[in-house]
């Protein structure tokens, strides 16, 4: 679907229907907030008749759902029959098997097997290796004064740290990227787009023959990373299917990859904006990780996800039925009000910021240890190697994603510098 088709289908709904249909239309991508803060206070759990699902914007009901309700929704194969979708049945095949989409007791297993591939205490290894590969990245560009955030830092980062994470070649890291954009495409939105369709299962037949490639390699040659690691974890004698290795591989591949981009780009964006706040943070670089957690809750990289209903539940007096979907709207809930003082204010010091960027309770994200470490690196980075950081002047095009947000480039300019980092 194109960019001008969604702003028409978002007119044709009307502008005073409050829908998260509306972020079809470009100009409510590019500022969602103002939506949000109407559903917040108007219809804080509202059926949606565009989207067929509930939407829950509310701190304290997004935490109920995200808590209390299920995540296994992936359509069954006579499902998508039934709504003519059966042209995405290998896609939902391959998210079955994928943590993400799992309730209890699979979910439990699934989790415990893959957190024994990916310690916090791997995680505080790879710091220095992380900070290395940002100084790399910040090298090569230094001297010309002027980059692009996301094309030479937001999206190498996370590519050349996915791929070593789960141990295939750093060389590859670019097919990995485009695979995975693919994918996030289909799990951030929220419109089925059938021109879109061969494309998106020509890519699940090709990453699923790269991992499943990649998988007999390594019973001969191992590698260290999550791949191996999820090939031989085993709790109490129980271990992974080869399909359910390739599944979740691909989940953690597209979870590293896409949301960290996004919380480099729309961070640095957000410290352009807030140009006090920057300075706060290049006078006291101590602050450097309290402001990643801010940017996580002001411009969350990932803005809302789904569940369904586990039985007829009761939530903000309305009656939501058993099996019925519902969008829970974590950016929403990370801008209110009765949960986070002055929400519209960026403040890098802010404490107390129990955001829900990454999620809660048992689906919490899997990678944020990580996603920390890579953001806490690269703004201590850039605020002591990029001084007059500036935008370029142009205009700032979102990526098309309802619910993956991210700027599709952020040219900027600063003082050249020949020093060494
Ligand atoms: C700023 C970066 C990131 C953000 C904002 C983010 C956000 C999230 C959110 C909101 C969820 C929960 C989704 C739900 O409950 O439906 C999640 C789950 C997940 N994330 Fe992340 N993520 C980030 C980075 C990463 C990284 C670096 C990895 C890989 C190492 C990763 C892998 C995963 C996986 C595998 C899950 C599924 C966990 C489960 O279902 O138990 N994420 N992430």
């Given at each position: 679907m194109s960019t001008s088709t969604n702003g028409a289908i978002s007119r044709s709904i009307g502008?005073?229907?409050?829908?998260?249909?509306?972020?079809?239309?470009p100009d409510v991508l590019a500022n969602p907030y103002p939506l949000f803060r109407r559903l917040r206070t108007?219809?804080?759990?509202?059926?949606?008749a565009f989207l067929h699902t509930w939407v829950v914007t509310r701190y304290v009901d997004v935490l109920e759902v995200l808590h209390?309700?299920?995540?296994?929704?992936t359509h069954t194969p006579e499902k998508l029959r039934s709504l003519g979708l059966s042209e995405i049945s290998p896609l939902a095949q391959l998210m079955v098997k994928q943590m993400l989409f799992m309730d209890p007791p699979a979910h439990t297993r699934l989790r415990s097997l893959a957190s024994q591939a990916f310690s916090p205490a791997r995680v505080a290894v790879l710091r220095s290796h992380i900070r290395e590969i940002v100084n790399r990245l910040l090298d090569s560009v230094q001297?010309?004064?002027?980059?692009?955030i996301i094309s030479d830092l937001g999206e190498p980062l996370p590519a050349i740290v996915t791929a070593e994470m789960l141990g295939v070649?750093?060389?590859d890291r670019q097919q990995l990227k485009a695979w995975s954009a693919d994918f996030a495409e289909m799990l951030g939105n929220f419109q089925h787009n059938p021109e879109h369709a061969p494309r998106m299962l020509r890519t699940v037949q090709d990453m699923t023959a790269y991992f499943r490639d990649t998988i007999r390699r390594q019973k001969d040659i191992p590698q260290d990373g999550l791949v191996h690691s999820l090939m031989t974890a085993e709790v109490n004698g129980d271990r992974l299917s080869e399909e359910e290795v390739v599944a979740n591989s691909i989940v953690t591949m597209v979870g590293g990859l896409e949301t960290t981009t996004n919380l480099i780009g729309n961070g640095v964006l957000t410290l352009l904006r807030n140009p006090q706040e920057l300075q706060r943070l290049r006078d006291d670089p101590s602050l450097v990780p309290s402001a990643v957690e801010e940017m996580l809750r002001y411009e969350?990289?990932?803005q809302h996800t789904g569940r369904l209903a586990p039985e007829d539940v009761e939530l903000g007096g309305k009656l939501i039925r058993k099996g019925q979907a519902v969008m829970a709207v974590m950016a929403a809930a990370n801008r209110d009000p009765e949960r986070f003082p002055d929400p519209d204010r960026f403040d890098v010091?802010?404490?107390?910021?129990?955001?829900?960027a990454f999620g809660y309770?048992?689906?919490?994200?899997?990678g944020a240890a990580l996603a920390r470490v890579e953001g806490q690196e690269v703004f201590e980075a850039i605020i002591r190697r990029l001084p007059d950081l500036q935008l370029q002047p142009g205009p700032l095009v979102w990526r098309n994603n309802l619910g993956l947000r991210g700027l599709t480039a952020l040219p900027v300019k600063f003082r050249a510098s020949h020093s060494a980092n």
């Open positions: 502008a005073s229907a409050l829908s998260l249909y509306h972020l079809l239309d108007e219809a804080p759990v509202q059926w949606d209390t309700f299920s995540a296994d929704r001297n010309n004064g002027q980059m692009d070649p750093p060389s969350s990289p990932s010091s802010r404490t107390e910021n129990r955001h829900l309770a048992a689906h919490f994200c899997f």
